[in-house]
């Protein structure tokens, strides 16, 4: 009588397990211009989104495919004005709903139609525990908006998890930051060290911290996780790979796990898989979902281990990092099929090293997204 | 005999969390904000009985009445708690 974390069932046939997670980025569009987004540089413009029926029927193929579970994200969800149209969908494909909002536009009538159409729990970002600092960061003011989110939120009796992107500007908050969701009574708090995907990687050089920071803010998370009783929230810690010499385990495998579909409807094994020049992903205007995930050759290309290159192809990890991030390994070297060179053990992990180790980084400027065309 | 220590709480599933069984693997799940739990064994049939109104003594006699001979007294209870630690039920 053991509840199990899902783990990939040993299937009869040569199928693929199923998906068990959809990650819909609704729209490109976002009132905030965080340096550490993870959007790709070539955002969508809003006449190519997938429109309110077409995500119906997303939603309708992925949970008769086995799709449990749905994070609706962006950009900001929230500009998509079918919003709601979009969770009863979900709901009705028996899909869980997660909100992932900046909380920018978030009022109570907007929260109580999303709450009547099913919408279960809502994660809300927050750039810094300081209302100014937050601001600057996000490129625009936000924090008394997400304060409100928070306490809206709360008002509802939904769930309410709190995301922080940790980088060189925040990580010495981490206290502040811990109390901040304390304060707004949220049930879980993310501390995620920043991905380099997108803006993120673009912006890298200003967001990466020194090994410093990093030690002193993961100790004040040990310390909290401490404190904090069994009632309090669940403190969340992703690591950064790029500092701890261990490949992340990437969507725990591609093609394995779960799927992202963006907002024109390519359908990618991960959110920064739009960065691989020659995945040529497939797009749900095109294909049935089922089709995607199983004989897609974007789907296929790195699922299981048979693509691997030494050292992943022999390494006693390789069923449990995957060989880190495709997409990584990509930026990094030019090759996809290379180990992640987050990992201590890949050729190419002097790479990280030196980045991890620049004296000079910190200078560079944040470059910011101009917002998403309407036409 | 005396009760364990916790047997008198009513354990019923966190709001946060969705029980629903899933046809397509055929699995009970519990379904959270960031992760989904499939449920092995007989969980989902003590979960079934918590709904608030039971206690974990009440769910443990239940279980005996309906599982003869198993060990529902030794097993159900450090089971829920564990269930309560993670924050899973309250």
């Not at chain 1, 211009?33 to 029927?57: A, F, I, K, M, V």
């Not at chain 2, 364990?4 to 799940?29: C, E, M, N, S, Y």
């Not at chain 2, 089971?79 to 309250?90: Q, S």
């Amino acid at each position: 009588m053991t509840p199990a974390d899902p783990t990939p069932p040993t299937a009869p046939s040569s199928a693929p397990a199923r998906p068990w997670a959809l990650l819909a980025e609704l729209t490109h569009a976002c009132p905030l211009h965080c340096g550490y987004c993870s959007n790709p540089l070539e955002l969508t413009r809003r006449s190519r989104e997938l429109t309110g029926e077409q995500w119906t029927d997303v939603m309708r193929q992925a949970g008769e495919f086995g799709v449990v579970h749905t994070h609706l994200s962006g950009g900001e969800p929230l500009l998509r004005r079918d919003l709601a149209e979009i969770v009863t969908a979900a709901e009705a494909a028996g899909i869980y709903t997660q909100l992932v909002t900046s909380g920018v536009g978030l009022d109570r009538d907007r929260l109580s139609t999303l709450a009547a159409a099913g919408l279960r729990s809502v994660q809300l970002s927050v750039q810094h525990a300081d209302p100014r600092a937050s601001d600057r960061i996000a490129g625009r003011r936000s924090f008394a908006e997400k304060e409100r989110a928070a306490g809206l939120v709360r008002a509802a009796g939904l769930p309410l998890g709190l995301n922080v992107v940790l980088h060189r500007e925040n990580l010495d908050a981490i206290d502040a930051l811990i109390e901040l969701g304390l304060t707004w009574g949220v049930d879980r708090i993310e501390l995620a060290n920043t991905q380099f995907y997108g803006w993120g990687l673009l912006n890298r050089a200003a967001l990466l911290p020194t090994r410093d920071q990093l030690a002193r803010a993961r100790d004040a998370v040990e310390r909290w996780r401490e404190r904090l009783t069994p009632d309090g929230p669940d403190l969340v810690w992703v690591v950064p790979d790029y500092f701890d010499g261990v490949a992340k385990p990437c969507m725990g495998g591609w093609g394995a796990v779960s799927l992202t579909v963006t907002p024109d409807g390519t359908v990618l094994p991960c959110p920064a898989a739009a960065s691989l020049p020659d995945l040529d992903p497939p797009n749900i205007r095109d294909h049935p979902l089922a089709w995607i995930w199983d004989h897609s050759e974007a789907f296929t290309r790195y699922r299981g281990t048979d693509w691997m290159a030494d050292p992943c192809r022999t390494c006693s990890r390789r069923d449990e990092d995957f060989g880190g991030c495709r997409c990584q390994a990509y930026a990094l070297t030019g090759d996809a099929t290379r180990t992640d060179p987050a990992c201590r053990l890949s050729p190419d992990h002097g790479l990280i090293r030196s980045l991890a180790d620049d004296s000079t980084k910190g200078r560079g400027v944040i470059r910011r997204r101009v917002p998403v065309r309407g036409g | 005999m005396k009760a364990a220590p916790g047997t008198d709480w009513r354990p019923v599933p966190a709001p946060a969390i969705v029980r629903r069984h899933d046809p397509v693997r055929d699995a009970d799940l519990l379904i959270l904000p960031e992760r989904v739990v499939v449920l092995t064994g007989r969980a989902e049939t003590v979960l079934a009985l918590c709904d608030g109104t039971r206690s974990v003594r009440g769910i443990v006699d239940e279980l005996a009445e309906r599982f003869p001979g198993a060990p529902v007294a030794t097993d159900v209870p450090p089971f829920l708690e564990r269930l309560r630690t993670e924050g899973w039920l309250r």
